[in-house]
């Protein structure tokens, strides 16, 4: 059975750092460009970073760069999302899935998400 499960949000203040976690089965996740996406309240869903399947390439969107680092551990068959400096818009449930490397969107290559991690930026 093919499953994502997020972890590691929680209620932190701003300028605070939190990793989420990826933990993948049924299938491993250097076959596909995996990446993070979120959803705050009222908004549509956004891509925030993804990683080529070979692990080379990564891309982010304008407002995480130079904050968020995306990361897999292969023996793990785990991807992360490293967040520092967080800001109160960066509020959201943040999911993982496949991603289109160059546009940040959902990929249908793999048509699978988990239950997303909420992360709240507050002070």
């Known amino acids: 059975q093919l499953q994502l499960v997020e972890s590691g949000g929680g209620l932190v203040q701003p300028g605070g750092s939190l990793r989420l976690s990826c933990a993948a089965s049924?299938?491993?996740?250097?076959?596909?460009?995996m990446g993070w996406f979120r959803q705050a309240p009222g908004k549509e869903r956004e891509g925030v970073s993804c990683?080529?399947?070979?692990?080379?390439?990564?891309n982010y969107v304008d407002s995480v760069k130079g904050r968020f680092t995306i990361s897999r551990d292969n023996a793990k068959n785990t991807l992360y999302l490293q967040m520092n400096s967080l800001k109160p818009e960066d509020t959201a449930v943040y999911y993982c899935?496949?991603?289109?490397?160059?546009?940040?969107?959902?990929?249908?290559?793999?048509?699978?998400w988990g239950q997303g991690t909420l992360v709240t930026v507050s002070s």
């Open positions: 049924g299938f491993t996740l250097d076959k596909y460009a």
């Open positions: 899935s496949a991603c289109f490397i160059g546009t940040l969107a959902p990929s249908s290559y793999l048509d699978l």
């Open positions: 990683m080529s399947s070979s692990g080379l390439t990564t």
